[in-house]
């Protein structure tokens, strides 16, 4: 329940084309430190991605604990449906997010960068959970206390045997910008 399906330094590196060849049809994002640095607007580099995953074919939404003052305009910038409030890790929004894509759980994508909200909450709905790299540096004394513990339990994940990924450096973001999204 802990560990992610799968690892990517970023979320730009992620072959989206890929996982819609196996049969995902949506993906669903945390925002921030995910798409943008914490409270960061939407940028180029989140709206070209947005724009490419529905060229590939996926639907797109937005899930965030932060309030709708912050998710709406985000949403509307990079067109995509959103759900404020959610209440990670509990069920309830995650749930929600399927019911208005209108995809099955198992064929949603879900993207994040903290295991103890993003992917916990993830995993008990059945979504495909992927850890990424934070982007920003900057991040609240919360942050950073789950910050500490999720340490050790990407640690012990990179030591099992459940673990897909290259190992990413988690405070190397920058290096970790596919040259299409720089």
């Known amino acids: 329940m802990f560990y992610p399906k ?33 409270g960061a607007p939407a940028d180029a580099r989140s709206i070209r991605l947005c724009e490419y995953l529905r060229t ?54 879900f993207v994040g960068d903290q295991i103890l909200t993003d992917i916990i909450g993830a995993n008990r709905v059945g979504y495909y959970s992927i850890l990424v790299g934070p982007i920003g540096e900057k991040e609240t004394f919360f942050i950073m206390l789950k910050r500490f513990m999720e340490r050790i339990t990407v640690a012990m994940y990179r030591r099992s045997s459940h673990y897909k990924g290259t190992r990413p450096d988690r405070k190397g973001y920058h290096n970790n910008i596919p040259e299409q999204y720089r």
């Open 56 to 109: 590939v074919g996926f639907q797109i939404c937005l899930l965030s604990n932060n309030s709708a003052k912050r998710v709406a305009p985000f949403a509307e910038a990079v067109r995509s449906q959103y759900i404020s409030r959610a209440g990670k890790p509990f069920k309830k929004g995650y749930q929600e997010a399927a019911d208005l894509l209108q995809v099955p759980t198992a064929k949603i994508l």
């Open 6 to 38: 799968e690892e990517f330094g970023s979320t730009y590196q992620i072959p989206f084309d890929e996982f819609y060849k196996k049969g995902y049809r949506a993906v669903v994002f945390d925002i921030d430190n995910t798409l943008v640095p914490h």
